[in-house]
């Protein structure tokens, strides 16, 4: 199964039209040819991997690549291709030449989440990768670290592996770690925490919020000690989402599954094992106030919404998650995702309704009608409900509003507008 970073809408029309004015992506070469150009000319190699329903990958196409100082850049220290890693009846002929070396790349260099963005030395080894979409100025960084020896994901790795632990080695490397989405990240990030003496730093609570995923990390006690100042540092509510997830891993999931086991899919968890089908709530409440008094209530709740999306039961979903929405509304985040859920996989009416209910309130503040993605939720449960226009209204109303910080809501006005799935 691969992942997207976002909600997942069609590229295709826009991105021959974004390569002829920004970077020169010559995919009318082979594998082949691009690594003997590459080496004949001393330029790395930049591959972009991407599918037609990749929201980040269409506003990179379309907004960052056509950008002067990023094509200037690209077109001089690379030669550079770009991989469709879906098939649609539209492939042209060069997407479907290149479609045995992108089953090879997937194998090989796992991609499973999109953009991934991989970056080939002159003689063809990949030295560096970067998965998501950012703004111009994030993305020339990015790729000037690619090229630089000293911050190549690949050297750094090697590095590492002599035994470097420095405190300044580690926080190189955890940063190049992190914008792979490196599964190794975790463990790095919080040997580094290791080495700081005040992690209520802006900074140093951005790697908490990354790496905490046990109670035995260091960035724990930060989470349940000090809540009121790490949030401030990283956003209302995040502390007691962090615990709440922390605690369903050790405390809930050996209850509610069979050998439960987290997975993760590219930065997306995934729970498996057997799900338990008479659970004992109460037993459940117990074990984690026995622990963790002050977040027992919450973490109850969180947990049943968990439990009844690995069920596929939506109405209980929807149920439980209204309750957790009306006694702890001032988690705008949690609250969206659970109407997110709803968006994409439920059908009953009902349950589209009440999700519609919670994110227009939330849209309707300073901060939610801001929010590009709060804001696609809602229309995109306007437009499942039936309510076409007025979804549209309201994705055209937050363009005008937010002008170039409308992150996506093109593509979801263009989707609304031609009546597709969204």
Same mark, same amino acid.
């Given at each position: 199964?691969?992942?997207?970073?976002?909600?997942?809408?069609?590229?295709?029309?826009?991105?021959?039209?974004?390569?002829?004015?920004?970077?020169?992506?010559?995919?009318?070469?082979?594998?082949?040819?691009?690594?003997?150009?590459?080496?004949?000319?001393?330029?790395?190699?930049?591959?972009?991997?991407?599918?037609?329903?990749?929201?980040?990958?269409?506003?990179?196409?379309?907004?960052?690549?056509?950008?002067?100082?990023?094509?200037?850049?690209?077109?001089?220290?690379?030669?550079?291709?770009?991989?469709?890693?879906?098939?649609?009846?539209? $492939?042209?002929?060069?997407?479907?030449?290149?479609?045995?070396?992108?089953?090879?790349?997937?194998?090989?260099?796992?991609?499973?989440?999109?953009?991934?963005? %991989?970056?080939?030395?002159?003689?063809?080894?990949?030295?560096?990768?970067?998965? +998501?979409?950012?703004?111009?100025?994030?993305?020339?960084?990015?790729?000037? *670290?690619?090229?630089?020896?000293?911050?190549?994901?690949?050297? @750094?790795?090697? *590095?590492?592996?002599?035994?470097?632990?420095?405190?300044?080695?580690?926080?190189?490397?955890? !940063?190049? %770690?992190?914008?792979?989405?490196?599964? *190794?990240?975790?463990?790095?990030?919080?040997?580094?925490?290791?080495?700081?003496?005040?992690?209520?730093?802006?900074?140093?609570?951005?790697?908490?919020?990354?790496?905490?995923?046990?109670?035995?990390?260091?960035?724990?006690?930060? %989470?349940?000690?000090?809540?009121?100042?790490?949030?401030?540092?990283?956003?209302? +509510? %995040?502390?007691?989402?962090?615990?709440?997830?922390?605690?369903?891993?050790?405390?809930?999931?050996?209850?509610?599954?069979?050998? +439960?086991?987290?997975?993760?899919?590219?930065?997306?968890?995934?729970?498996?094992?057997?799900?338990?089908?008479?659970? =004992?709530?109460?037993?459940?409440?117990?074990?984690?106030?026995?622990?963790?008094?002050?977040?027992?209530?919450?973490?109850?709740?969180?947990?049943?919404?968990?439990?009844?999306?690995?069920?596929? !039961?939506?109405?209980?979903?929807?149920?439980?998650?209204?309750?957790?929405?009306?006694?702890?509304?001032? !988690?705008? =985040?949690?609250?969206?995702?659970?109407?997110?859920?709803?968006?994409?996989?439920?059908? $009953?009416?009902?349950?589209?309704?009440?999700?519609? $209910?919670?994110?227009?309130?939330?849209?309707?503040?300073?901060?939610?009608?801001?929010?590009?993605?709060?804001?696609?939720?809602?229309?995109?449960? @306007?437009?499942?409900?039936?309510?076409?226009?007025?979804?549209?209204?309201?994705?055209?109303?937050?363009?005008?509003?937010?002008?170039?910080?409308?992150?996506?809501?093109?593509?979801?006005?263009?989707?609304?507008?031609?009546?597709?799935?969204?």
């Amino acid at each position: 199964m691969k992942f997207i970073l976002t909600t997942t809408i069609c590229l295709m029309a826009f991105f021959a039209v974004a390569q002829e004015k920004g970077i020169n992506f010559q995919n009318n070469l082979t594998w082949a040819q691009v690594k003997e150009k590459a080496k004949k000319e001393n330029k790395y190699i930049f591959v972009d991997c991407y599918t037609t329903w990749c929201v980040p990958c269409k506003v990179m196409a379309k907004e960052v690549f056509p950008q002067p100082e990023v094509a200037d850049f690209f077109n001089e220290k690379f030669v550079s291709i770009a991989l469709q890693f879906d098939e649609t009846k539209l $492939d042209n002929a060069d997407i479907k030449r290149w479609r045995a070396e992108v089953k090879r790349f997937d194998k090989e260099y796992k991609i499973n989440a999109y953009p991934t963005y %991989l970056f080939f030395s002159p003689d063809g080894a990949v030295v560096h990768s970067v998965i +998501g979409g950012s703004d111009s100025k994030a993305f020339l960084i990015k790729a000037k *670290q690619a090229l630089d020896p000293t911050t190549q994901l690949i050297n @750094l790795r090697k *590095q590492y592996e002599r035994g470097d632990r420095s405190t300044a080695f580690l926080h190189t490397f955890a !940063n190049a %770690l992190l914008q792979g989405w490196d599964s *190794q990240a975790n463990d790095v990030i919080n040997q580094y925490l290791a080495t700081q003496t005040d992690l209520l730093t802006k900074e140093n609570a951005w790697f908490v919020s990354m790496a905490t995923s046990k109670s035995t990390d260091p960035g724990f006690k930060v %989470l349940t000690g000090n809540s009121e100042e790490f949030d401030k540092l990283t956003g209302a +509510g %995040l502390s007691s989402d962090l615990i709440g997830r922390i605690v369903f891993d050790e405390v809930v999931l050996p209850i509610v599954r069979i050998n +439960g086991v987290k997975e993760n899919h590219g930065g997306v968890y995934v729970y498996k094992g057997e799900i338990v089908k008479n659970v =004992n709530w109460d037993e459940v409440y117990a074990k984690v106030k026995e622990k963790y008094p002050a977040y027992a209530d919450e973490i109850l709740l969180k947990s049943k919404v968990t439990y009844y999306r690995g069920l596929n !039961n939506w109405p209980k979903y929807t149920e439980e998650a209204a309750t957790y929405v009306k006694q702890y509304s001032n !988690n705008s =985040n949690q609250i969206m995702t659970y109407a997110n859920d709803i968006m994409l996989f439920a059908d $009953d009416k009902a349950c589209l309704t009440q999700a519609a $209910d919670w994110s227009k309130k939330l849209i309707d503040s300073s901060d939610g009608a801001k929010n590009s993605w709060y804001i696609t939720v809602y229309a995109s449960l @306007l437009y499942k409900l039936g309510n076409k226009d007025k979804g549209l209204t309201v994705v055209k109303e937050a363009i005008a509003r937010l002008g170039d910080k409308a992150y996506g809501l093109k593509e979801v006005q263009e989707k609304m507008e031609k009546g597709g799935e969204l």
